[in-house]
């Protein structure tokens, strides 16, 4: 059983910064790739970034250039540093990770952490 625990969402004016931290916990080989996802109001969710175990990241084109996605393979974790921020940017935003396990690869969801960016 893999666990995520996502944090560092909150409120913030148009134009700032946020970092989102998540560490995943439980039992596991190691973890393949992490993601951030993201839910606005009345939206499906979408993908933010992902990274692999090499560190390459990958962005959606709507935050290339203002958002960085990294990860700690020794400490399982992955963040996600966002710069200026736009309202268009509020959401839920939720980590994902698919790891493998005793039970084959497994995908997992955190619970999510609201981001409000104001105008």
């Known amino acids: 059983q893999v666990q995520l625990v996502e944090s560092g969402g909150g409120l913030v004016q148009a134009g700032g910064s946020l970092r989102l931290s998540c560490a995943a916990s439980?039992?596991?080989?190691?973890?393949?790739?992490m993601a951030w996802y993201r839910q606005a109001p009345g939206k499906q969710r979408e993908v933010v970034a992902f990274?692999?175990?090499?560190?390459?990241?990958n962005y959606s084109d709507s935050v290339k250039g203002r958002f960085t996605i990294s990860r700690d393979n020794a400490k399982n974790t992955v963040h996600l540093q966002m710069n200026s921020l736009n309202p268009e940017n509020t959401a839920v935003y939720y980590c994902?990770?698919?790891?493998?396990?005793?039970?084959?690869?497994?995908?997992?969801w955190g619970q999510g952490t609201q981001v409000t960016v104001s105008s």
């Open positions: 990274i692999g175990t090499d560190g390459s990241p």
């Open positions: 994902n990770a698919e790891s493998l396990t005793t039970r084959g690869v497994q995908a997992t």
């Open positions: 439980g039992s596991f080989f190691r973890i393949r790739l």
